[in-house]
């Protein structure tokens, strides 16, 4: 099911609900978890050029993704005041000031993978009503904490293939 919706900005969407967005994470995170650990550690840190982040810092820009998501999404589903205002964070200093670049990767990788696995956690946790909670966006688009969710994997699937790892069917 490929309902490719943009609206409130995100990523297509292409999965078939929350469900089939978290079965697609946990695989995502086997395919970082195998792919990744074969490469160099030379190969992870080259910057195509200064403006753009290394591989190394692309996984720890999902770490923080994984860090404020997981917090969005565990706020969101007990929020009393709604609609659940999302708030922003700032990617490019977030990766600069938490030093990615220096990180051993065994590091970055078990970081990545255990807020990963709390988020799957926390979200195969919720009954459906859960999916419906209104969010408002922080370009100030209304969506649900399904569509935050979905959009959630959508962004870590687009930045896996920046890495060149795919999954294999």
């Given at each position: 099911?490929?309902?490719?919706?943009?609206?409130?900005?995100?990523?297509?969407?292409?999965?078939?609900?929350?469900?089939?967005?978290i079965a697609?994470?946990?695989?995502?995170?086997?395919?970082?978890?195998?792919?990744?650990?074969?490469?160099?550690?030379?190969?992870?840190?080259?910057?195509?050029?200064?403006?753009?982040?290394?591989?190394?810092?692309?996984?720890?820009?999902?770490?923080?993704?994984?860090?404020?998501?997981?917090?969005?999404?565990?706020?969101?589903?007990?929020?009393?005041?709604?609609?659940?205002?999302?708030?922003?964070?700032?990617?490019?200093?977030?990766?600069?000031?938490?030093?990615?670049?220096?990180?051993?990767?065994?590091?970055?990788?078990?970081l990545?993978?255990?807020?990963?696995?709390?988020?799957?956690?926390?979200?195969?946790?919720?009954?459906?009503?859960?999916?419906?909670?209104?969010?408002?966006?922080?370009?100030g688009?209304?969506?649900?904490?399904?569509?935050?969710?979905?959009?959630?994997?959508?962004?870590?699937?687009?930045h896996?293939?920046?890495l060149?790892?795919?999954?294999?069917?």
């Amino acid at each position: 099911m490929s309902t490719q919706d943009l609206s409130g900005g995100g990523y297509p969407k292409i999965y078939g609900g929350v469900p089939d967005a978290i079965a697609k994470l946990e695989e995502l995170m086997r395919v970082v978890s195998k792919q990744i650990a074969v490469r160099s550690e030379a190969e992870l840190t080259v910057k195509p050029d200064a403006m753009r982040w290394s591989q190394k810092e692309i996984l720890g820009h999902l770490i923080d993704s994984a860090l404020n998501n997981l917090k969005r999404f565990t706020e969101a589903s007990f929020a009393e005041t709604l609609p659940f205002a999302e708030q922003a964070y700032d990617q490019v200093n977030l990766v600069a000031a938490n030093g990615y670049q220096d990180v051993p990767m065994p590091e970055l990788l078990t970081l990545l993978e255990a807020l990963n696995r709390q988020i799957i956690f926390v979200v195969r946790r919720w009954n459906a009503k859960k999916f419906s909670v209104p969010v408002v966006l922080s370009n100030g688009a209304v969506q649900t904490l399904g569509w935050l969710v979905e959009d959630y994997v959508a962004h870590f699937e687009h930045h896996l293939k920046q890495l060149d790892l795919t999954v294999q069917p």
